[in-house]
Structure formats: C-alpha cells, structure tokens
T-cell receptor, first 112, second 118 residues
Framework: AQTVTQSQPEMSVQEAETVTLSCTYD???????LFWYKQPPSRQMILVIR??????QNATENRFSVNFQKAAKSFSLKISDSQLGDAAMYFCAYLQTGKLQFGAGTQVVVTP | GAVVSQHPSRVICKSGTSVKIECRSL??????MFWYRQFPKQSLMLMAT?????????EQGVEKDKFLINHASLTLSTLTVTSAHPEDSSFYIC??????????????FGPGTRLTVT
C-alpha cells in the first residue's frame, strides 16, 4: 500500500520569505505522479504543482517549485516570496492507478 | 481550465432522512468521478470511484448501502446519503477526470458540500 507522509502540521513564514514543506511517500512502483494541492479557507482544492516520476527535472510554477528525490521518495514544495494569499492547508498527493492518496496536510501561516 | 460544480454547497437535514449531492463536470467529459469525505482539520479520504455507466467501487470501510453513488452520464455523478445520522455530518468533495490526453490522470475538484445532520 502506498502512504504519503507530511511531518509538519504547521509552518509559519513571513511575507516575502521562503518556506519549504516536506513530503515523503512509500511505493514500489516506478511510474507515478505526485502533486501538491492547496486548500484555502474556502476549502476549494487547487492544484499547485505536479511532477511525473519519470522526469528528473524538478517542476516549477512561478513561485512554487519542488525538490523531487525519487530514490529517497521525497517530494518537498518550496514557496518563494510568500504572499498572504498563500496561507492555506497544503496537501501532498500520490497518484497511481487513477487514485489519489493524500498526506495529512501542512497548514501554512503567512505573517505580515 | 476544467470546472467541476457541486450542488448544494451546504445542506442541513434531519436524522433519518436522505440527501442527494450532485457533482457536474461543466466543460469536459468525466469518465471517472471520485467522492471524498473530509472531517475538520483532516485530510481527504477517498470514499468511492465511479465510472460512467458502471457501478461504483467503494473503498474499504465505506458502506455502499448508505452512500449510494450514481454516475449516469459523462457530466453528472450523484452521492446520496441514505438514512443520514449526525455522524455523517462532514464535508463531501467530488472530483472528476477526463478521458485520454495528457490530462487523463488529473483530477479536477468541485467546491465541496457541507452536510449537517441534526
């Protein structure tokens, strides 16, 4: 069974600073997808970034980037130049055979 | 981008009654739809997966007779909570994925439905 672990229940960051959220996962597969989702207070799930396991290059989306370490089964998210609108719950997710498995989530608090 | 709607956004019902939640893909054909449940300050838990025209596949521990799922068309799936009880109160989220192409693996999420059973 695949499991996704987010070990940081909450992370605090000042505006304009950088924060890194950790995520590890367990799988015996070689082909899969990894995602980071953001869930703001509205509770709408928003896709932040995706990574295909076969790609060695780390994905980036504007201020969001990942550090994908396949051998270590690690998939961390870096938020640069943090903004107040980044405050939300962030979920790491693993997809295989069409199903998403989510980590417990990390609450990001952004302070002015 | 792909849009998924849910209706209603929130519903209050009395214990013992049934409530239906609709999930619609507005601008794409959803061959597969997923239903999740989320308790406060917790992660999303997959309840079931449904493919258009087929019976839903329920995750272990989810009562299929209590949570009836129908995926009658490529744009609509419904979740009916039968004989609801207060412990069924939760936030229910649907997602949908399309057929073929690069986005076949990606799930697009609805805004969720808050169910309160009194």
């Amino acid at each position: 069974a695949q499991t996704v672990t987010q070990s940081q229940p909450e992370m605090s960051v000042q505006e304009a600073e950088t924060v890194t959220l950790s995520c590890t996962y367990d799988t015996s597969e070689s082909d899969y997808y990894l995602f980071w989702y953001k869930q703001p207070p509205s509770r709408q799930m928003i896709l932040v970034i995706r990574q295909e396991a076969y790609k060695q290059q780390n994905a980036t989306e504007n201020r969001f980037s990942v550090n994908f370490q396949k051998a270590a089964k690690s998939f961390s998210l870096k938020i640069s130049d943090s903004q107040l609108g980044d405050a939300a719950m962030y979920f790491c997710a693993y997809l295989q055979t069409g199903k998403l498995q989510f980590g417990a989530g990390t609450q990001v608090v952004v302070t002015p | 981008g792909a849009v998924v709607s849910q209706h209603p956004s929130r519903v209050i019902c009395k214990s013992g009654t049934s409530v239906k939640i609709e999930c619609r893909s507005l601008d794409f054909q959803a061959t597969t739809m997923f239903w999740y449940r989320q308790f406060p300050k917790q992660s999303l838990m997959l309840m079931a997966t449904s493919n258009e025209g087929s019976k839903a596949t329920y995750e272990q521990g989810v009562e299929k007779d209590k949570f009836l799922i129908n995926h009658a068309s490529l744009t609509l799936s419904t979740l009916t909570v039968t004989s609801a009880h207060p412990e069924d109160s939760s936030f229910y989220i649907c997602s949908a994925s399309g057929s073929g192409g690069q986005g076949a693996y990606e799930q697009y999420f609805g805004p969720g439905t808050r169910l309160t059973v009194t």
